[in-house]
């Protein structure tokens, strides 16, 4: 029963996570860049604007069903469950957000809809909802996972990189949730004894990888296509948390080979769905370049952030090109126009008799 409501709890989660998320991207492309030079400063924009503190208090929601989902269901099973949430995401961003999606992404979705359903005909989990772990493992699991983390913040800084910065970044923010969700893990077993459990180190894990988080996905929300980022923020923290349940708190697949089988089939097509979401990295750096080309003036308003950011990757592509070639035609008109000054200096330009002699 425990379980079950576990799962439920992990359900509702997704959803208002990937709705949080969504509010949240709204809010970051309408603020000012995300500077970790000034922390305090940054944080202060975001919540200035409407729409990032309206999904914050979502995610709040969203979080106290996430640790509870944590507390009752097995810990593997549960995340893959809030890995399905990218369901949530996709159909959320279309309807009532102003994303396009590709077929690409939508096989994606239809990927990850079927190991959601693997996952659920196969039953609520191998194991229990404990929260006993390895402390050895649990130490080597979080410094790889940091390790990891940091290592993708400098390679986004990189431009070589064959990559999209914002979906680069957006993986360290998810292996931060992860952290934290794994912390989580092992402080609902040290709560037994009372609030004290609370003085836990895994205390200060979970704050610090939550504050890291916090601006790494807000500026990765910031720099990059809005689903992309959001999907493989999600997998990165699901795929962390459920390879932590199997490594560190000796979570089960199954009692039989078949059950194995097909959970593991479920896994992979998560992964796999996931990874088909993001754009190809030639149409991100297209978006990425649009979003930081400065505003030239035309004879058509410029598309504001928002609006660009929500764009897909072809599409911001095309509106980049269309508006260098109307630059470039005004700079032309201009340059004739000055031309013929200089043909006639003896006449008034714009007069009738231009040109005349006296």
């Known amino acids: 029963m425990a379980v079950g409501v576990g799962l439920f709890c992990a359900l509702l989660s997704a959803l208002g996570t990937n709705l949080a998320f969504l509010f949240k991207h709204r809010g970051a492309v309408a603020a000012p860049a995300v500077e ?7 944080a202060i924009d975001l919540f200035r604007s409407k729409w990032w503190s309206i999904g914050w208090a979502v995610a709040a929601a969203a979080f106290a069903l996430h640790v509870a989902a944590l507390t009752l269901a097995p810990i593997s099973i549960g995340q893959a469950v809030l890995a399905g949430g990218l369901v949530f995401l996709a159909v959320l961003a279309e309807r009532f957000f102003g994303f396009e999606l590709g077929r690409r992404q939508w096989t994606g979705i239809g990927l990850v809809a079927v190991s959601l359903s693997l996952l659920t005909l196969t039953g609520g989990g191998g194991g229990g909802a404990h929260s006993g772990y390895s402390l050895a493992g649990m130490i080597i ?114 009692n039989d080979p078949l059950v194995i089988g097909v959970r593991i089939a479920a896994f992979v097509l998560i992964l796999a769905g996931a990874a088909l979401i993001p754009a190809p990295v030639r149409a991100g750096e297209a978006l990425e370049d649009s979003a930081a080309e400065p505003e030239t003036p035309t004879a058509s308003p ?57």
């Open 36 to 42: 970790m030079r000034h922390p305090l400063r940054s």
């Open 141 to 254: 699991f979080e410094s790889i996972a940091v390790c990891v983390g940091l290592l993708l913040v400098l390679s986004h800084l990189i431009e070589r990189i064959p990559a999209q910065r914002g979906v680069l970044l957006g993986i360290a923010a998810g292996l931060g949730f992860g952290i934290s969700d794994v912390a989580i893990k092992a402080l609902s077993g040290d709560l037994d004894s009372g609030p004290v459990g609370l003085l836990s180190p895994w205390s200060v894990v979970i704050v610090t990888a939550a504050v890291f988080s916090f601006f790494a996905s807000a500026r990765s929300l910031q720099i990059g296509d809005g689903v992309a980022v959001i999907a493989v923020t999600s997998v990165a923290a699901n795929l962390s948390t459920i390879l932590a349940g199997l490594a560190v708190f000796g979570d089960r697949l199954g």
């Open 302 to 358: 410029a598309p504001s952030r928002t609006s660009e950011a929500q764009q897909s990757p072809q599409t911001a592509s095309a509106t980049y090109v269309e508006q260098e070639r109307e630059s470039r035609l005004l700079l032309l008109d201009e340059s004739d126009s000055l031309r013929g000054d200089r043909q006639t200096p003896g006449s008034l330009p714009g007069s009738r008799d231009s040109g005349r002699r006296t």
